[in-house]
């Protein structure tokens, strides 16, 4: 008796199991992660982190479609000043599965899929939240490229819909920074003048250590943590869609640090040669390099205080960017007092400045190093030194 209860057992186990795999493959529809690879180094900046999109298979309706977050519309109107503000509408888009392939093939980008080993159910959980999100009242949203962006959006997706809840370990080291893993990418690309950009213009919020979950803000490390899930098991084995050919990163020898190096040394050069010419010359240069520090300076503010951008703010950069020095500009050559206190000041602050540039709240640029050099120069050459 106790035998035929154990067979019955099993054979009950085994229908259970069979009825489980059924109602997975009821839906007759496929979703999985397509994660796309980083463009080359001559493409645009916003291509070098790479994509995320979903895909939807559907045997049923015969469609294969893929739902793609973090679009926009150019012709929408203020579409720069909502841009640099922070304001503008990003939204959900559907394009066939074939056209959206087509296009990352031109580019020469990799496709990587990652097909979701859930339930019916949850399947349609999740085709159901992409359509209610396709809606036009639902389809717009406000980008943001490290907390809210078309990988991060399309993770909370996944995990909410579903169960149980699966865990996502983190792929990158447990001290890396917002801005650490942007490098990462920007350093391989080799691009190093957008690497400067980016490191002027956001300020120590992209210094903070990232939570596990804030680490999947980049394509890449979300499809490696849904494949080392350490609770269950929800994605199969990826896999390339189409094969093509990686392209290395060319040899780039016009670096910032080379520009500004060489700057530094002409200036330096320059200021040595006394005669009407050069002399006219550093002084022109002089107003143009504060001129323009201060227009940099007011930017950075604007930033921190006029948008809507959270990693622009406590900008670190403003300590050798003043404000202030778009006035002093047009004062540099100017034999007052007033002048020479403040291109002093401007001096001194800049060579302590100098000193504690390792140990900064924010980690900022070392191809900055000679600018903010050259800048204590000449506010201290104008201070100090009569006829310059």
């Not at 009825?19 to 070098?48: H, N, V, W």
């Not at 392209?247 to 320059?270: D, R, S």
């Not at 050559?333 to 000193?355: E, M, Q, W």
């Not at 709240?361 to 120069?377: E, H, R």
Request: glycine residues 4%.
């Amino acid at each position: 008796m106790k035998i035929a209860n154990i067979i019955f057992l099993l054979v009950s186990l085994f229908m259970l199991q069979c009825t489980k795999t059924f109602a997975q493959d009821s839906s007759r529809m496929r979703i999985s992660l397509l994660t796309c690879t980083p463009g080359a180094a001559t493409d645009e900046l916003y291509s070098t982190f790479g994509h995320s999109a979903l895909r939807v298979t559907d045997s049923n309706s015969v469609t294969d479609v893929v739902y793609n977050y973090g679009t926009f519309n150019f012709d929408q109107e203020g579409f720069y000043i909502k841009f640099i503000r922070g304001k503008l509408k990003y939204e959900l888009s559907v394009d066939d599965f074939s056209n959206f392939k087509f296009q990352y093939q031109m580019e020469n980008r990799g496709i990587t899929e990652q097909v979701l080993t859930i339930p019916a159910e949850e399947k349609l959980f999740i085709r159901h939240t992409l359509n209610e999100n396709l809606k036009e009242e639902n389809k717009y949203y406000l980008y943001d490229f490290f907390l809210d962006n078309c990988t991060t959006r399309l993770r909370d997706i996944i995990v909410k819909n579903t169960n149980p809840t699966p865990f996502l370990p983190a792929v990158m080291p447990t001290n890396f920074t917002f801005r650490n893993a942007i490098h990462q990418y920007l350093d391989t690309n080799k691009k190093y003048w957008g690497k400067l950009g980016i490191d002027v213009l956001l300020g120590a919020p992209t210094d903070a250590v990232m939570t596990t979950s804030q680490q999947q803000f980049l394509p890449d490390n979300l499809m490696y943590a849904l494949n080392a899930t350490r609770n269950m098991r929800i994605v199969q084995p990826k896999q390339s869609l189409y094969s093509y050919a990686l392209q290395p990163a060319p040899k780039i020898w016009f670096t910032p640090m080379v520009f500004f190096t060489a700057i530094f040394i002409f200036y330096v050069l320059l200021s040595l040669v006394k005669n009407k010419i050069t002399i006219s010359l550093v002084r022109t240069l002089d107003a143009l390099l504060f001129f323009v520090t201060g227009l940099l300076g007011i930017l950075l503010v604007f930033m921190w205080v006029g948008t809507d951008h959270t990693m622009t703010k406590n900008n670190y950069n403003l300590l050798w960017a003043w404000p202030m020095h778009i006035i002093y500009a047009f004062f540099v050559h100017k034999p007052y007092k007033s002048v020479k206190v403040y291109g002093a000041l401007t001096a001194i602050f800049l060579c302590l400045l100098l000193g504690i540039w390792f140990v900064l709240a924010q980690q900022m640029n070392n191809a900055l190093l000679p600018l903010v050099l050259l800048l204590a120069y000449r506010s201290g050459m104008r201070a100090f030194i009569k006829a310059t």
